[in-house]
């Protein structure tokens, strides 16, 4: 069944090509921050989580993509969703896999995450974190490689692995969860904190993870012979737009309880990000352009017409999803730090070698992803075929042509 990431089309091994030159620069960047620290970045004393923890953040929501396919398909029985589980559990798998490069590339030296293992903190929030990312990776590992090699035999799911996908549930609900508490525990930042901060995050997760799912469902649909079923994309559209306008509304409420509690802290934290503070506002463009994407992905959303156009359905879904990577990638984490507990102003501006870094982190992700998704199309499309096959055998021997 592997052996099939090994075959493709020219362009398929063009691209494999392309993301190994781009993970071959962060690569060495990467040994560059090795040797002279965290220095070359652009995180400082008073704003200790960049881009990196940025992506992090964001990337621990698009593992969300998984369980919104589990949670129709064993909890409803919405037979759908069957054909594209393993391509939510290959998804969770790889935006899991880039959360723990992305923490590796942050602490400097990766053997730093070996402390966790042989001087574990229970009573860190980092810990747990650690637990529930490496559990939820290993449970999709688990459901999606046991379900895609029962279709790849023709054979019915596992039963044993439904307990699987039934702990996956709780278990993506508790790893955004952990991660909202990581940051809304750190009392020294009054902007993050904020009892919502776990909604934000599900609410969040639960639009950008399907998002993604359904624009690389849309691409397979035209780079394959594998065509995802229409009434599911539709669906998970649906859940999309309801997860967005439940994250813009959480958003309001904390806009509101800001400024009507003129709480300075909380205040000073959303004028620099919308309109900037004392002259600056490195961010204020950022955020800028999130806000239109993000009602507009809802406008074409909610009408019923544009969302079954698969262009303007492409558009609202990239729409959604960059809306949630520049609000919780950069303006939650980033500005969450600006200004300081002293009301002082400490700017971010990441580095050739940091972006380079994280989009090779990125890359390596996209790298998975390809390598599980040409397993995944290869199978659908025999499957596809054998179908195709066994119609047209019944076909001629019922009309007396064997």
């Given at each position: 069944?592997i052996e099939?990431?090994l075959?493709?089309?020219?362009?398929y091994?063009?691209?494999?090509?392309?993301l190994l030159?781009?993970?071959?620069?962060?690569?060495?960047?990467?040994?560059?921050?090795?040797?002279?620290?965290?220095?070359i970045?652009?995180?400082?004393?008073?704003i200790s989580?960049g881009?990196?923890?940025?992506q992090?953040t964001?990337l621990?929501?698009?593992?969300?993509s998984?369980v919104?396919?589990?949670?129709p398909?064993?909890?409803?029985?919405?037979?759908k969703?069957?054909k594209?589980?393993?391509?939510?559990?290959f998804?969770a798998i790889?935006?899991?896999?880039m959360?723990?490069?992305?923490?590796?590339v942050?602490?400097g030296?990766?053997?730093?995450?070996?402390?966790?293992?042989f001087?574990?903190?229970?009573h860190s929030?980092?810990f747990?974190?650690?637990?529930?990312l490496?559990g939820?990776?290993t449970?999709?590992?688990?459901?999606?490689?046991?379900?895609?090699?029962?279709?790849?035999?023709?054979?019915?799911h596992?039963k044993w692995?439904e307990?699987f996908?039934?702990?996956s549930?709780p278990?993506a609900?508790?790893?955004?969860?952990?991660?909202?508490?990581l940051?809304?525990?750190?009392?020294g930042?009054e902007?993050?904190?904020?009892?919502i901060?776990?909604?934000?995050?599900?609410?969040?997760?639960?639009?950008s993870?399907?998002?993604?799912?359904i624009v690389?469902l849309?691409?397979i649909?035209?780079?394959?012979k594998?065509?995802?079923d229409?009434d599911?994309?539709?669906?998970?559209a649906?859940t999309v737009?309801?997860?967005?306008?439940?994250?813009?509304?959480?958003y309001?409420m904390e806009i509101?309880t800001?400024?009507y509690?003129q709480?300075p802290?909380?205040?000073h934290a959303f004028?620099y990000?919308?309109?900037?503070?004392d002259?600056?506002?490195?961010?204020?463009?950022?955020?800028?352009?999130a806000?239109?994407?993000a009602f507009?992905g809802v406008l074409l959303?909610?009408?019923p017409?544009?969302?079954?156009?698969?262009?303007l359905?492409?558009?609202?879904?990239v729409?959604?999803?960059?809306?949630?990577?520049?609000?919780?990638?950069?303006?939650?984490v980033i500005?969450?730090?600006?200004?300081?507990?002293f009301e002082?102003?400490?700017?971010?501006?990441a580095?050739?070698p940091e972006?380079?870094?994280?989009?090779?982190v990125?890359?390596?992700?996209a790298l998975?992803l390809?390598v599980?998704?040409k397993?995944?199309?290869t199978?659908?499309?025999?499957?596809?075929l054998?179908?195709?096959?066994?119609?047209y055998?019944?076909?001629?021997?019922e009309?007396g042509?064997e």
């Amino acid at each position: 069944m592997i052996e099939n990431a090994l075959k493709g089309e020219p362009r398929y091994f063009a691209w494999i090509v392309f993301l190994l030159a781009i993970i071959g620069v962060g690569f060495a960047c990467w040994i560059y921050q090795l040797y002279n620290g965290l220095g070359i970045t652009g995180m400082s004393r008073d704003i200790s989580w960049g881009v990196y923890i940025g992506q992090f953040t964001f990337l621990v929501g698009v593992a969300a993509s998984a369980v919104m396919v589990v949670i129709p398909l064993y909890l409803h029985n919405y037979k759908k969703y069957s054909k594209i589980l393993v391509f939510g559990e290959f998804l969770a798998i790889a935006a899991v896999s880039m959360c723990l490069m992305f923490v590796m590339v942050d602490i400097g030296k990766p053997s730093r995450a070996l402390n966790m293992v042989f001087h574990p903190t229970p009573h860190s929030i980092l810990f747990w974190d650690m637990i529930v990312l490496s559990g939820y990776l290993t449970i999709n590992i688990i459901v999606g490689y046991n379900c895609l090699l029962a279709d790849a035999k023709k054979r019915p799911h596992p039963k044993w692995v439904e307990p699987f996908a039934y702990l996956s549930i709780p278990w993506a609900v508790s790893i955004h969860t952990v991660t909202a508490f990581l940051i809304a525990g750190l009392p020294g930042r009054e902007s993050w904190l904020t009892a919502i901060m776990a909604p934000r995050f599900l609410s969040s997760a639960f639009a950008s993870g399907p998002a993604l799912l359904i624009v690389v469902l849309l691409i397979i649909k035209h780079v394959s012979k594998f065509k995802p079923d229409e009434d599911a994309i539709q669906t998970i559209a649906k859940t999309v737009c309801y997860a967005m306008i439940i994250n813009l509304f959480f958003y309001a409420m904390e806009i509101f309880t800001a400024f009507y509690s003129q709480i300075p802290a909380h205040v000073h934290a959303f004028e620099y990000l919308f309109v900037g503070l004392d002259g600056y506002g490195k961010l204020v463009g950022w955020l800028w352009s999130a806000v239109p994407f993000a009602f507009l992905g809802v406008l074409l959303l909610l009408i019923p017409a544009a969302r079954r156009n698969e262009g303007l359905l492409i558009l609202a879904c990239v729409s959604v999803f960059y809306a949630c990577l520049i609000d919780k990638g950069v303006s939650l984490v980033i500005g969450g730090f600006i200004p300081n507990p002293f009301e002082e102003i400490t700017e971010y501006s990441a580095t050739f070698p940091e972006i380079a870094i994280t989009i090779a982190v990125w890359a390596i992700g996209a790298l998975i992803l390809t390598v599980l998704y040409k397993v995944a199309i290869t199978i659908r499309e025999e499957e596809a075929l054998t179908y195709d096959t066994d119609y047209y055998r019944t076909f001629h021997r019922e009309c007396g042509m064997e």
